[in-house]
């Protein structure tokens, strides 16, 4: 009698006591509807139609209560039926129905941790924006997603438009995975010429340039970059069938992916910026699909960016800009071919800020360039069916101080749209050494805690005149935290252009669950959550000794959705 090994045996008990169970569903109603449960092991769902796998995607079912539902867009199946398989029994499988609304549609943005003017998608997870373009009217975010989880997994692209960068319709999956792998980050760009030969009517094209990542085991991944296109306003991205365009993985390693695309005039190419090797690199094309790899700038990590701006809008004095998904920029000159720096790294956030991206194609009439960025995890505990939010879009530009030229950030005037009722003072010296009444923090307090509300921005313009310190709280928790000696603003440190003065200028929104803060006209920022109300005491501003308001603006707000 021969012997079993042991790997032998155990995978042949496994398959005798396999639990496989699936389930045939006739299509009547657009969305599928999954029970998710964050204590549930990972397991794969597989969608089969007409005998073949048409999805395949992680997923936490429930095997109980679930805490959450997730959802699946069926309207673009065609075919009368599907299967659903999964490895292991459990209670979800037999709850997952299908339905004309998703589960929770009606409440949808009015859940109580919603943030109320940051984009989130309706459920699942998001993190970098990819694919930033304005086309046909409208603005693009398109996203990397995990639509079955409020965690990171199943790489997909979401897709958002916007008319004005503040109100957002989701639209839903653009991207799936495939047989590369999972879909990555990447841009999106307006290809005005053809170059590319995917223009089928009388618009151009838009464009992705997007990475897919393969897991292949022991730690090891194939990254490769490939086009998808569409010629529907972007409602669609039809894949390339000669993907990948680009796959560097022999000539450097596993590190090759997060493309940047722009078309740059003087040398009519496509300029590439992407990330490999622990750096920048730069690639040129003629029509999108060839790449010819062409210089490389260490010392960045993924998402990297290049672009040109006006030194103080003077168009005739400009610096080209890069940076990588910290944030963290440097400032040269670009040639089409090779990046030159001439500064050193420099920091206009602290680090909050993740994956930053620009968008392609904004009008000459605007002239901006316009920012998103994925800002922070906030954990709802499991309570809420979407994590991970959006920072605020911003306009970056550059500008001369004392310390040299200089990027700065600062929120985009459409902002503005949100504001409803404003509450200001302007002009009062606070000295918490004086016993005069009209002098002390509690009468301003006092008037600041009859706003109501929890979606608010700050402006405030004040002077420490003795003392070192400045903090506005909201319901108990530090909101802003200014410490004139260590120069840092929530305790992150930040470059003061004016070593001399006392007085900061502070920007500060406060969404619910987060809140993101401007300095000294977008110097610096910083996003972090906002923890669980400590009291219901609402806003209140704390100084040190003797400090002068020069001026304050606490702006209602209201909610884009």
């Known amino acids: 009698m021969k012997k079993i090994s042991l790997s032998i045996f155990l995978f042949l008990a496994g398959s005798l006591f396999c639990q496989d169970v699936k389930r045939k569903i006739k299509i009547k109603d657009r969305y599928l509807n999954f029970p998710v449960s964050a204590s549930e092991e990972r397991k794969v769902m597989t969608i089969e139609v007409g005998g073949e796998k048409l999805r395949e995607f992680f997923i936490r079912l429930s095997d109980g209560d679930p805490d959450y539902w997730v959802f699946y867009d069926m309207s673009h199946i065609n075919s009368k039926s599907l299967t659903l398989r999964f490895p292991e029994k459990r209670s979800g499988f037999k709850k997952i129905y299908q339905s004309k609304q998703f589960a929770g549609e009606d409440s949808l943005y009015k859940e109580t941790l919603r943030p109320q003017f940051h984009f989130t998608s309706k459920r699942g997870w998001n993190n970098d924006p990819n694919g930033l373009a304005y086309y046909n009217g409208e603005y693009h975010l398109y996203y990397q997603h995990n639509p079955y989880e409020i965690l990171w997994a199943n790489m997909h692209w979401g897709h958002a438009v916007s008319k004005d960068l503040v109100h957002w319709e989701e639209l839903g999956i653009a991207l799936y995975p495939d047989d590369f792998g999972d879909m990555w980050s990447g841009c999106a760009v307006v290809d005005h010429n053809n170059t ?269 005149i003795s003392g070192n310190h400045f903090q506005i709280i909201f319901n108990g928790n530090i909101i802003a935290d200014h410490g004139l000696d260590k120069n840092e603003i929530n305790g992150a440190f930040y470059e003061n252009y004016d070593s001399e003065s006392r007085t900061v200028e502070l920007d500060i929104f406060v969404d619910r669950t987060s809140v993101e803060v401007f300095v000294d006209g977008g110097a610096f920022s910083t996003a972090h959550p906002l923890e669980e109300a400590k009291s219901s005491s609402g806003l209140e501003i704390k100084g040190r000794y003797v400090y002068n308001i020069k001026s304050l603006e606490v702006i209602e707000l209201n909610s884009i959705w």
């Open 196 to 464: 590319s030969g995917f223009q089928t009517g009388e618009d151009p094209p838009l464009v992705a340039i997007y990475s897919a990542y393969k897991r292949l085991g022991y730690g090891d991944s194939h990254q490769t970059n490939h086009l998808a296109y569409s010629n529907d306003n972007g409602r669609t991205l039809t894949k390339y069938d000669g993907n990948p365009v680009l796959d560097s993985k022999a000539q450097w390693g596993q590190n090759t992916r997060d493309p940047a695309v722009f078309w740059h005039e003087p040398i009519n190419k496509w300029v590439m910026t992407l990330y490999e090797r622990n750096g920048n690199s730069i690639y040129h094309s003629d029509d999108l699909k060839d790449w010819k790899h062409i210089s490389h700038l260490e010392g960045f990590y993924e998402c990297p960016e290049l672009f040109e701006l006006p030194i103080d809008g003077d168009v005739n004095n400009t610096k080209w800009v890069t940076y990588g998904a910290s944030g963290i920029y440097v400032l040269g000159d670009f040639d089409g071919y090779k990046f030159m720096p001439d500064t050193r790294k420099l920091k206009y956030t602290d680090g909050a800020l993740w994956a930053a991206q620009t968008y392609d194609n904004i009008p000459k009439s605007d002239g901006r360039r316009i920012q998103f960025a994925w800002g922070m995890h906030i954990d709802h505990g499991g309570k809420m069916p979407f994590g991970q939010l959006m920072l605020l879009p911003t306009e970056l530009t550059l500008k001369s101080t004392p310390n040299g030229t200089r990027m700065y950030s600062t929120p985009i005037d459409e902002l503005d749209k949100l504001h409803k009722k404003t509450h200001s003072w302007s002009n009062i010296e606070i000295n918490k050494r004086s016993q005069e009444p009209k002098t002390t923090e509690a009468v301003i307090n006092e008037e600041l805690k009859r706003i109501e509300g929890d979606l608010f921005r700050i402006k405030v313009k004040v002077e420490l």
